[in-house]
């Protein structure tokens, strides 16, 4: 299976301030379609996980513009330009090139 | 609007067996690609199985550790997916979540069940 690994852990931020969380993948994520089929889900305390970014850099519909996503091959990255206090909870990348869909352990984002 | 609505997690014990279902709502299910995803408390997202669209065979596909003892299945009438578990372990104890997969990701989300396996 393709092992997902996230950087930070645990990401303290200010409000107003950017963050970014890495996501790296055992194996190349490209796809022989030539797509990158790497997902980011934000999951709030107490709710289930909400789909953010698929493809690696599509937002989905209704996801805010500050949060964009980038990478290729094994190396991804999640941004937020000016994190809000709604953003708080934990952010997972998720591959779905390979069989089976694997995530990453997930990164605490919250509030200093 | 999308919805689905999980339900049937319970404490159950080792051994033993459950059925969760998935109520949907604003999709088809037979129509789409449906998934089981589960969360064991404080932890992070498993991927359980899924069960293809009716146009492409309705196939299942399964993770390892529930393969041969998890099934999914669907009733087109009641526009609901189903995932019948057996011989079940601690292991198992989690959120499971149901959710539509388009565009090689999980774009709805259920609010998730809650199944615990303990004596």
């Given amino acids: 299976d393709v092992v997902m690994t996230q950087t930070p852990l645990s990401s303290p931020v200010t409000l107003g301030q950017p963050a970014s969380i890495s996501c790296r993948s055992s194996q190349s994520l490209l796809h022989s379609d030539g797509n990158t089929y790497l997902s980011w889900l934000q999951q709030r305390p107490g709710q289930p996980p909400r789909l953010l970014i698929y493809k690696t850099s599509n937002r989905f519909s209704g996801v805010p513009d500050r949060f964009s996503g980038s990478g290729a091959g094994t190396d991804f990255t999640l941004r937020i330009s000016r994190v809000e206090a709604e953003d708080v909870g934990v952010y997972y990348c998720m591959q779905a090139t390979h069989f089976p869909f694997t995530f990453g352990p997930g990164t605490k984002l919250d509030i200093k | ?119």
């Fill in chain 2, 1 to 119: 609007e999308v919805q689905l609505v999980e339900s049937g997690g319970d404490l159950v014990n080792p051994g033993g067996s459950l059925r969760l279902s998935c109520a949907a709502s604003g999709l088809t299910v037979s129509n789409n690609y449906m998934t089981w995803v589960r969360q064991p408390p404080g932890r992070g997202l498993e991927w359980v199985g899924r069960i293809k669209s009716k146009a492409v065979g309705g196939t299942t596909e399964y993770a390892a550790p529930v393969k041969g003892r998890f099934t999914i299945s669907r009733d087109d009438s009641k526009n609901t997916l189903y995932l019948q578990m057996n011989s079940l372990t601690t292991e198992d104890t989690a959120v499971y979540y149901c959710a539509r997969e388009d565009n090689w990701t999980f774009e709805s989300w259920g609010q998730g069940t809650l199944v615990t396996v303990s004596s």
